[in-house]
């Protein structure tokens, strides 16, 4: 990783970073990328989709989360109105990631276009570009986020394929552990989270989920995240706005 | 029913999908207009990251608590000193998500050879 770093640094057209990136993919967030997409690939099998819906969810909507919430609510039977809602504020995220990210690559006269390499803006490609960014020549950033991001993206239909196959023909002692990297994966990611307000929303968010899931099943999610995500935002502001004047 | 569903009960499965799959595109697609024009301390960016933060936690507890299908079938008390372990593990040591990921994959491996095993 150091090494394609260094590279990085001595890198100056577009193609070189690019390759630069594909490698750094490769060797960063493609294996944990690789992990969680056979991951979903078994739970898809699991919940009774066909190989091609579950590989289309990964291809197009390419967001674990997203793409956990909307095969959980389907299998709980959630209508898809409350579904659609669920996964749109999933993936909310995505507006901060790209707004962090895109003003850090300055604009060429010839480049392939944003609105389409914006799919490629994923957990994993966000936080390689992210610590990389501020070591590496502006010009050649665009590059080296398409080199990381279209590996990145690429791995994820033969793993969600290899995923669903696998599932199919092997003992319980290997569904078990694919089938439980994603929610390790979501749990241990939050240990990253320093905002504390983002960290009562998780534990809040976590319980009200544990606790409505038996009441409510299909609409749990909407509940806990809408409903609780805004009471920890109300609770919040409204301590933020009584502060100053005390 | 409403209209909405209606015309979604209409076309299917795949029809949901390409809808969700417009509303995952919406966030990246305003991403991309809004660059450089907006600030992320607003007050709608901290509501939306409460909401998100709300959301994927309590489908993270819902995967590990109330499992469909094959996770099922170890204890739940197995699962959460599972997931102690490994935020244990990774705290403590300051080791990287991918080891402490490998640690839990090992641990629910080493129980479904037990479950393997007991039941031939």
């Known amino acids: 990783m150091d090494q394609i770093l260094q590279e990085l640094k001595d890198a100056d057209t577009f193609k070189q970073a690019f390759r630069l990136g594909v490698k750094a993919g490769l060797y960063g967030p493609g294996p944990v990328l690789l992990a969680g997409m056979i991951g979903f690939g078994a739970m898809g099998h699991g919940v009774g989709l066909s190989v091609l819906q579950t590989t289309a969810i990964s291809t197009f909507m390419y967001a674990l989360p997203g793409q956990i919430v909307f095969i959980e609510m389907m299998s709980m039977g959630a209508s898809s109105s409350v579904v659609a809602i669920a996964v749109a504020l999933t993936s909310t995220r995505f507006l901060t990631m790209v707004l962090t990210l895109f003003p850090q690559i300055p604009k060429a006269r010839k480049e392939p276009s944003r609105m389409l390499s914006v799919h490629l803006v994923a957990m994993s490609a966000w936080a390689y570009c992210m610590r990389d960014f501020p070591k590496i020549k502006p010009e050649i950033r665009y590059g080296y986020f398409l080199g990381i991001g279209l590996i990145c993206w690429i791995l994820a239909i033969p793993g969600t394929i290899l995923g669903y196959v696998i599932s199919e023909y092997v003992p319980i002692w290997v569904t078990i552990p694919l089938v439980f990297v994603n929610p390790l994966f979501f749990l241990l990611s939050f240990v990253d989270v320093v905002i504390p307000l983002n960290r009562i929303a998780i534990i809040a968010g976590g319980i009200a989920g544990a606790i409505f899931y038996q009441i409510y099943p299909e609409h749990a999610l909407l509940i806990s995240g809408l409903g609780f995500g805004s009471l920890v935002y109300g609770i919040d502001y409204f301590r933020r706005k009584r502060k100053p004047s005390a | ?120």
């Open chain 2, 1 to 120: 029913m409403n209209a909405f569903e209606s015309s979604i009960a209409e076309f299917g499965w795949w029809a949901i999908l390409l809808f969700v799959v417009l509303a995952t595109y919406f966030w990246r697609g305003l991403g991309v207009l809004l660059a450089g024009h907006v600030s992320q301390d607003s007050e709608l960016f901290k509501w939306l990251s409460t909401v998100t933060y709300a959301l994927v936690g309590a489908l993270t507890f819902k995967l590990i608590l109330l499992p469909i299908g094959a996770l099922a079938q170890v204890p739940m008390i197995y699962r959460i000193i599972v997931c102690c372990v490994c935020l244990f593990y990774m705290t403590k040591f300051k080791s990287g998500l991918s080891r402490g990921l490998i640690l839990g994959s090992l641990l629910m491996t080493a129980y479904g050879l037990f479950l393997f095993y007991q039941s031939t």
